[in-house]
């Protein structure tokens, strides 16, 4: 396994790559892997001959009072975890290789860019489409993979990647889950015992929509009052937002008979968590 911490090092990689007839699969993190990262891998390397996982933690897409300076770093280890996971490449480079001194360019989705997390965090999914945008214009690969939990940024880029017309493939994997339900994330490590138990609310308050929904209910609006009294009835999660949207532009539905996804944001103590389902 190579690591590679410059872009040209990188763009050098993938050339040689290339020159073999070789297709590339691209799975883009922020590291402090998990199996849900793994998950990715394992679909890239089921559909490409070679795989390059990306590990920046992107300054661009955190806030000003968000968790940039504390958010998990390891890369020693992530690294010897994509080594025994058989990955061709691991690109980590420093936040000066990727915003040079003067960068002033950025990349935004708009309309979508304002929806879910970006009501809230409003120069979160420029920072994503902006970095995304880089990472794939570095390795130019075939395939980009991505988890259904990140659900709003999913449809942020692959607007994106249409609008600029990327000749990119955006694979979407599955949310993997502990056994109890809560999705994997690497945030999940701020969480205290007790906070981690709250967290499982979110969940649940999804898979109670899906039971509701498959026994006939489609009004949007009654769906959520369910996941609502289950969300606030847990003490020391605040909401930030629960919707049911179209997937594809983020936009509120009535109803769904035609399906939709039901998103969740919530603060558990000071950890902001993300979950959703598709209905």
Known sequence: MLLLTTIAEARSACDRIRAQGKTLGLVPTMGALHQG????????????????VSIFVN??????????AGYPRNLEQDCQTLEA???????????????????????????????LDGASRPSHFRGVATVVTKLLHIFAPDRAFFGQKDAAQVAILRKMVRDLLFPVQLDVCPTVRE??????????TYLTPEQRRQALVLSRALLAVERK??????????????????LEGEPGVVVDYCRIVNPDTLEDLPEVGHGGLVAVAARVGSTRLIDNLLL
């Open 213 to 230: 929904a498959r026994a006939g209910e489609l009004d949007s609006g009654k769906l959520l009052a369910v996941a609502l009294r289950i």
């Open 85 to 115: 996971a058989g990955v061709d490449l691991v690109f980590a480079p420093s936040a000066e290789e990727m915003y040079p001194a003067g960068a002033s360019t950025f990349v935004e989705v708009t309309g979508l860019s304002a929806r």
């Open 59 to 68: 300054p661009t897409q955190f806030g000003p009072k968000e968790d940039f």
């Open 179 to 188: 056994p109890d339900g809560l999705a994997l994330s690497s945030r999940n």
């Open 37 to 52: 990262h793994l998950s990715l891998v394992r679909a890239a390397q089921a559909s490409c001959d070679a795989v390059a």
